[in-house]
């Protein structure tokens, strides 16, 4: 059973502007299509974590955090509309654009991670 609370909220004259206030991004080398995964912070109060960077036939693209239900992929956090979409996507690409390159694995960094899985 769900209860849904809607509560209104007063905004200022012309709408209330959700500020996107910070944006961390890790670079993967994973050698797949996924390039990273990003963190965004809006207005210093509010997180989303888990935003995937995707590279697609039409260059990189952001896919909201999701989990498996039945067999289908469902979003856990989206924008509602397509603008905000857009704002996010472009501030992630941003900072994707601005983090420094991952790491490459070396062997040592193998070895350490076969021993972490056979202990």
């Keep these: 059973m769900y ?3 809607v509560q209104k909220i007063k905004t200022l004259e012309g709408g209330a502007q959700m500020e ?3 944006v961390r991004v890790r670079k993967i080398s994973s050698g797949g299509r ?3 995964i990003a963190s965004v912070t809006f207005d210093q109060e509010f997180v989303v974590h888990e935003i995937k ?3 697609g036939q039409n260059g990189l693209f952001m896919s909201m955090p999701r989990k498996e239900r039945n067999g289908k ?3 856990i956090a989206h924008p509602i509309n397509q603008e905000t979409r857009d704002k ?3 501030a992630i690409l ?3 654009d601005e983090a420094e390159d991952p790491v490459p694995n070396t062997e040592s ?3 350490a991670e076969s021993e972490n899985k056979e202990a």
């Design 3 to 5: 209860i849904i609370i």
């Design 73 to 75: 992929f469902m979003d």
């Design 88 to 90: 996010i996507e472009k």
């Design 109 to 111: 960094n193998n070895d």
């Design 20 to 22: 996107i206030t910070d």
């Design 53 to 55: 960077v995707i590279e």
């Design 94 to 96: 941003k900072a994707y």
């Design 34 to 36: 996924m390039k990273a």
